[in-house]
DNA sequence: AATGAATGAGCGTTCATTCAT
DNA sequence: AATGAATGAACGCTCATTCAT
């Protein structure tokens, strides 16, 4: 009855070990170190030298981990789309009307560039010639589902007649490009920043000026 | 008769000599050959070896024009600075509103992006998970003109009263993720892509939705 | 009464324990495995952890047993010397003349190379460029004693008076070269051909076409 | 009429160029690193680097020359077999029985290996478990002319009616084997191991004990 | 005693860059 | 000015070996 073990029984092992632990910790040291060289190099520019060269493990131990580069960017990647989507998707569900879908987008991408400086920032700090987008296959998969729901939108009467291909494009590079400008700020305001584009898609810059005017 | 051009023709003195001629020739087939392997391989996968291969010259002679691919890339990338820009002068010097201003900043940017598709389209097929942008120093520089155009029309009351920084930055980034879809298209309509974009800024999808009805 | 043995005899002590047990296991394990993996890969190509990978211990195991691939290969060897070894001892104590003495050298070893095909005939089909011979320091200590035999039955008479080093070391390659093209033949007759190698180093190849005659 | 330069001209380029030169000067110099590293640690332990590091070149040099170590040693094994085949072939042509024949095969190889125990000799100091024999594809080669040899001279009837394979391997095997004492003695006597093998072969064991009797 | 992750030396190879020709 | 071989740093990766668990 009063067995002790039956107690532990309800709660799955807690005690991850210490083997266990540091094999996460590593894991997790090089996505991080991958974070911030991918941001400051790019991945082109990236080697796993330097990857493993910023977590302080031996050379070696990289390859128990990932098998090259391209597997750290994937699985960082996959990081990333695993906090946004998840966002965008319940963003999309709230909407009542197509401007709320809208801000909704905008909103969440925003507040993630703020919250994630520490990997934005850097990355524009990186003043070379070239940048890498957060664009990458997953991302892309997460753009894709708003040109997919924009697509229903608009058959289903919702958003006006448009171009769907050109008007989800403009959206996006509205996000990004004014992402780069919203960190900049001190403070961001994201709130500000989404509507600034929400109502620049929906009623162009003749409303916006109007929205500041007293 | 005392044309003293003829006496020069004689002597190849003002005529580039043939030194200089083979000069400027290398220095040019150096940049083609870099064009071609960036678009096709990127910038961080290129190496220098790529590019005078390329050439077909020694490689010790690359050096003599360029001390490292990077300022190559500079090279090329001023290049196309330099092909725009001027355009986008004259279109701006031109405009006799905002709306034709605006319009004009579209036109020439979407006619260079489909022109030099030799560029563009395979840079953009290049690589799925990053990409490299031609907001290079000079490009940016480029759209900074942009910008400081822009403020002055904001504050001469030519462009309504908007923020200046997130404008500018939701046109370039309209401008640049246009660019992509429209250079997919066969055939890629500039003049389309330009109603389109000038139209979302100028006053947002209702009016764009407006216009494409019949 | 005190015997001390007696009390063991209680515990399994005599038996070899579980531990000792497990002990061999593992050790013959990786000798196994070393036979396979330097059969197919070649002694140089061959790593330790091709070994262990092949035993499906851990990698740290091994060294529980043996300091680097070389203890192993020392080892493997060993044992091949050990098997062959007495039983050419046998045949020398056997021999009554110095005919049967060669016949006896040559019958053994062609019977060991047949039998240990799956050691040989994989061993050969390896690399063609290159050989790993037998010749160890272990097996080259069997080869010894035979030139010592030889030194011994000459000095006595029953052998002729040759130049023993020289006999030694063509007896030694006549035996191992052909033993290469003996494994070749199916079915490998072991009979045959220590006939062909006692009758030619006996009499000579005159020897060998009489009797091959009818 | 004195003119230097035309009593130069009846003779080719002789000037190498210095380019030419170093360039003859570091391929040998690699080679003839890969004939002592190989000869010391056979070729599966052997690594690229091992060998330019005993040119004193860079590491980079080598790969203007190989393009792994297997070219090199390639490299290496057609240059013993382009030493000692021709002398084969021309000694085969020669030979007017089957003796002379046999003769002279021994002959040229314990010739060789005398005169090439920079080579050899290295190559039995490597005291190690394995040795690498210098029977690569071209040298096996050699010895297979030496097999078709055999099987015209038996089937002509020069030879007697024997098992070809097994006798040419036997021939091979005393050829190397021999050539492993033969080279350790001070001076090496060709002639006597040639006579030697020679007399073995044709007339067995007691033929030579004959020989060797006053 | 067994485990398997961590280590860092070392490997094959590529590359930007230099420099004698 | 052009050449292209030499250089050696650096890369991706594997391996033998150690050692905390």
Same mark, same amino acid.
């Given at each position: ?79 990333? *789309?695993?906090? @946004?989507?998840?966002?965008?998707? =319940?963003?999309? %569900?709230?909407?009542?009307? /197509? +401007?709320?879908?809208? !801000? ?54 919702? *958003?006006?007649? @448009?171009?769907?291909?050109?008007? =989800?494009?403009? %959206?996006?590079?509205?996000? /990004? +490009?004014?992402?780069? !400008? ?33």
């Amino acid at each position: 009855m009063a067995d002790p073990s039956s107690q532990t029984d309800t709660l799955p092992a807690q005690k991850p070990g210490k083997r266990e632990q540091t094999k996460a910790n590593n894991r997790r040291a090089i996505i991080e170190a991958g974070r911030h060289v991918f941001a400051e190099l790019g991945y082109g520019e990236t080697t796993v030298r330097d990857i493993i060269r910023k977590t302080g493990l031996a050379s070696g131990t990289f390859y128990n981990y990932f098998k090259s580069k391209e597997e750290v960017f994937q699985a960082i990647m996959d990081e990333n *789309a695993l906090r @946004v989507r998840p966002r965008l998707r =319940s963003e999309r %569900i709230r909407a009542k009307s /197509f +401007e709320e879908w809208l !801000r909704g987008m905008f909103f969440v991408f925003f507040d993630y560039v703020v919250n994630d400086q520490h990997n934005y920032a850097i990355m524009r700090r990186n003043s070379g010639a070239l940048r890498v987008r957060m664009d990458t296959p997953e991302i892309l998969a997460g753009f894709d589902e708003l040109r997919v729901d924009l697509e229903k939108a608009v058959a289903s009467g919702i *958003a006006p007649q @448009v171009d769907v291909a050109y008007l =989800s494009a403009a %959206i996006i590079g509205i996000a /990004f +490009e004014m992402s780069d !400008r919203l960190v900049m700020r001190d403070p961001p305001d994201v709130e500000e920043a989404t509507d600034f584009a929400t109502t620049l898609v929906l009623n162009g810059l003749g409303a916006i000026a109007e929205k500041s005017r007293p």
